[in-house]
């Protein structure tokens, strides 16, 4: 779970969570593609599901990464901010 929200005239990219484990990573992006839009705080709950279906290991988990755009092909020239706040991670969201 995390909470974010948009700030200034942010570009219309997705936001996207990627989990990584020793040899395995998975990236789940926001189902709103323009929710770095948005100029309010936020929740996304992501189930450890979305990352143990791709043969991630979320108890030997290394490394976190949360983005906007493309996290394949990353290109730069966006503009504006994301604001990031209370990231958990193994514990179910209440």
Do not use: R
């Not at 992006?29 to 929710?35: F, I, T, V, Y």
Request: glycine fraction near 12%.
């Amino acid at each position: 779970s995390l909470y974010f929200q948009g700030g200034g005239a942010n570009s219309a990219e997705s936001l996207y969570v990627t989990v990584k484990d020793n040899s395995k990573s998975k990236t789940v992006a926001h189902s709103n593609a323009q929710a770095v839009q948005v100029a309010e705080w936020q929740q996304w709950k992501i189930p450890l599901s979305e990352f143990t279906s791709g043969g991630v290991k979320v108890t030997a988990v290394k490394a976190m990464v949360i983005g906007v755009g493309n996290n394949v092909a990353p290109t730069a020239g966006g503009t504006g901010v994301v604001y990031i706040d209370d990231v958990g991670f193994g514990h179910s969201v209440q």
